[in-house]
Antibody
């Protein structure tokens, strides 16, 4: 079964870091790119950016540069999203999604809830 | 604030038809394919329409997509209570080389 399996919920204190994983199951990540999204409670989807699984090159949406880092493991089976210097406003569900072409997300992870609270 | 403009909410009775609009510009919708996603409460988004009007396998033909100029439309016929969800449009912005999305439309089936 083709799916993306994300890591479990996280509770972090402000200023800490968190890493969310997104593992491909039933398919190989290249040639698909992996995109990351954030959805704050009761809000819409924010596109964080994407990572090219062939080259490892990440591209970040303007609002998500600096504290957000996309990476891959070797061999390429899992994508990672690391967020540093966490703030309360980072509290959200984070999704990864497989992109078949450009903005054609046919497989989504189940989501990872990240809660930032002191 | 989202780049693509969608109505915050739409509603219709079971069995009726509804359309959801998505408005952009020449650098995004005007020159790229549009996709649509359905997000049922508490679940991850699901691809409904890609390449403006193509349905993935398993998506019923009650769902349709179209594009004209810098706007796109999602149509849903034969509304069912199970269609109550948030719907998002998305495309690529060729000028900025970024993905752009609508703020989402909440569909209520009365």
């Amino acid at each position: 079964q083709v799916q993306l399996v994300q890591s479990g919920s996280e509770l972090k204190k402000p200023g800490a870091s968190v890493t969310v994983s997104c593992k491909a199951s039933g398919f190989t990540l290249p040639p698909y790119s992996i995109n990351w999204f954030r959805q704050a409670p009761g809000q819409g989807l924010d596109w964080l950016g994407w990572i090219n699984t062939n080259t490892g090159k990440p591209t970040y949406a303007q609002a998500f540069t600096g504290r957000f880092v996309f990476s891959l493991d070797t061999p390429v089976t899992t994508a990672y999203l690391q967020i540093s210097s966490l703030k309360a406003e980072d509290t959200a569900v984070y999704y990864c999604a497989r992109d078949r072409k450009i903005i054609d997300f046919d497989v989504w992870g189940q989501g990872t809830m990240v809660t930032v609270s002191s | 604030q989202s780049v693509l403009t969608q109505p915050p909410s739409v509603s219709a009775a079971p069995g009726q038809k509804v359309t959801i609009s998505c408005s952009g510009s020449s650098s995004d919708i005007g020159n790229n394919y549009v996709s649509w996603y359905q997000q049922l409460p508490g679940t991850a988004p699901k691809l409904l329409i890609y390449d403006n009007n193509q349905r993935p396998s398993g998506i019923p033909d009650r769902f349709s997509g179209s594009k004209s100029g810098t706007s796109a439309t999602l149509g849903i016929t034969g509304l069912q209570t199970g269609d109550e969800a948030d719907y998002y449009c998305g495309t690529w912005d060729s000028s900025l080389s970024v993905g752009v999305f609508g703020g989402g439309t909440k569909l209520t089936v009365l």
